[in-house]
T-cell receptor, first 114, second 110 residues
Framework: ETAVFQTPNYHVTQVGNEVSFNCKQT?????MYWYKQDSKKLLKIMFS???????VNETVPRRFSPQSSDKAHLNLRIKSVEPEDSAVYLC?????????????FGSGTRLLVI | GMPVEQNPPALSLYEGAESGLRCNFS?????VQWFQQNHRGRLITLFY???GTKENGRLKSTFNSKERYSTLHIKDAQLEDSGTYFC????????????FGQGTKLSIKP
């Protein structure tokens, strides 16, 4: 099956802990993304990687750090989570020169910080 | 203002009805994508348009870059159409960074 796979689906943790979310795509795309969807369902991009190179880094707190081992994987680490980090984190991928025609999202990781 | 404004914020339809959603853009956009987010939270691509109109079953989308808007029309609404619909644009060409509208929550009633 070709798709974007995210793990875990849900994660509950306490303030101050570190969490890590995984994302893998088997679509052969060269660009991967992390988006954050807040409680009002607003979607905002956080990071974008093309062939393991960071190309978009929006203004996000420094405790967020993306990690890419190859163009098929883009993980997201959050050091010392805070309550406002509670959200759904969506991973996506695309082909850079056809970015609008093959954009594909994963099913998301729902984070709850207590 | 917001680069992408979507309306209405919410819409309720009976099965079999039809209606349209709209996105307005603050500047000329290269293209627009429409997504449906289902009850499980997955974002499903419905359309990508660089211009004109596309149809897929009961869905039809139009993009007018000159007039800076796009529409998504749903006819013969079914229960499985319930969800939140988003339009999105790439404002930084070739970076793939999508800017999303606020979404329209669509509820289909039997």
């Amino acid at each position: 099956e070709t798709a974007v796979f995210q793990t875990p689906n849900y994660h509950v943790t306490q303030v101050g802990n570190e969490v890590s979310f995984n994302c893998k795509q088997t679509l052969g795309h060269d660009t991967m993304y992390w988006y954050k969807q807040d409680s009002k369902k607003l979607l905002k991009i956080m990071f974008s990687y093309n062939n393991k190179q960071l190309i978009v880094n929006e203004t996000v707190p420094r405790r967020f750090s993306p990690q890419s081992s190859d163009k098929a994987h883009l993980n997201l680490r959050i050091k010392s989570v805070e309550p406002e980090d509670s959200a759904v984190y969506l991973c996506a991928s695309s082909t850079r020169d056809r970015v609008n025609s093959d954009y594909t999202f994963g099913s998301g990781t729902r984070l709850l910080v207590i | 203002g917001m680069p992408v404004e979507q309306n209405p914020p919410a819409l309720s339809l009976y099965e079999g009805a039809e209606s349209g959603l709209r996105c307005n853009f603050s500047t000329t956009m290269k293209g627009v994508q429409w997504f449906q987010q289902n009850h499980r939270g997955r974002l499903i691509t419905l359309f990508y348009l660089a211009q004109g109109t596309k149809e897929n079953g009961r869905l039809k989308s139009t993009f007018n870059s000159k007039e800076r808007y796009s529409t998504l029309h749903i006819k013969d609404a079914q229960l499985e159409d319930s969800g939140t619909y988003f339009c999105a644009v790439d404002m930084n060409y070739n970076q793939g960074k999508l800017i999303f509208g606020q979404g329209t929550k669509l509820s289909i009633k039997p």
